[in-house]
C-alpha cells in the first residue's frame, strides 16, 4: 500500500471513505491496533529471546511506519494521528519497563532485529511526525496560497494533536533512571 501515491493512500484515512465502506475502516483500525498490542510482546527474560511473532510484529510495525508516511499528503490524516500517538504511548510504556529492568536486562523487543537501529528505530514515529511537519513548511513557503494554507493548517493541526497526546509518555521515558 505505501508505494501506491501519497493522495490515494491518504484517501484509505478519510472520513468520507469510512462512511461509505465501514469496512476500510474497520481493517485499518485492525491493523494499526495490531500495531499497539505487539508492545505488549515485551519480555525481559533472557531465557525466552525472540519469538517468531515477535518478529513479524517488528515488520508490522515497520510497515505502519512506511504507510503512515505515504499517507501524510500533505499532513497526516487525524485518524493516522490518533493511531501515532498510540504507538508512541505503548512504545514509551514498555521502554520504561525495559529501563527500571536495569541496563544490562535483556529484551526481546528492544534488539537489532525488531526494534533497532538496523531495523525501525525507538522513536521513528516521533521523528515521522517531524519530517511530515519540515514537509508541510516547505510546501507552504512554496505555494504560499489559501488553499495550500489551510491544508497546512490542518496537517499541522494533527500534527500537534499526536505530539500532545504522547508527551507524557515521552517525558516519562526521557526522566527514567536507567
Known sequence: LSSFPSDMVASLFSTDVHHQNPEVKSSLETLMDAGVSGYKL???NPNDGISDIVLQWGRLRGGLFSLFRASANP???SLVAF???SLINAE???ATIQCNAGHHSSSNIFNKLVVGEDILNAGAYCILIRDVLDRVRKEAECKNN???NNQSSIAVANCMSALLSSKDSVLHVLSSQS
Request: net charge negative; proline share 7%.
Open 42 to 44: 515485551l519480555s525481559i
Open 75 to 77: 499532513g497526516l490524516p
Open 83 to 85: 493511531s501515532i500517538s
Open 92 to 94: 514509551c510504556e514498555v
Open 146 to 148: 489559501d488553499i495550500i
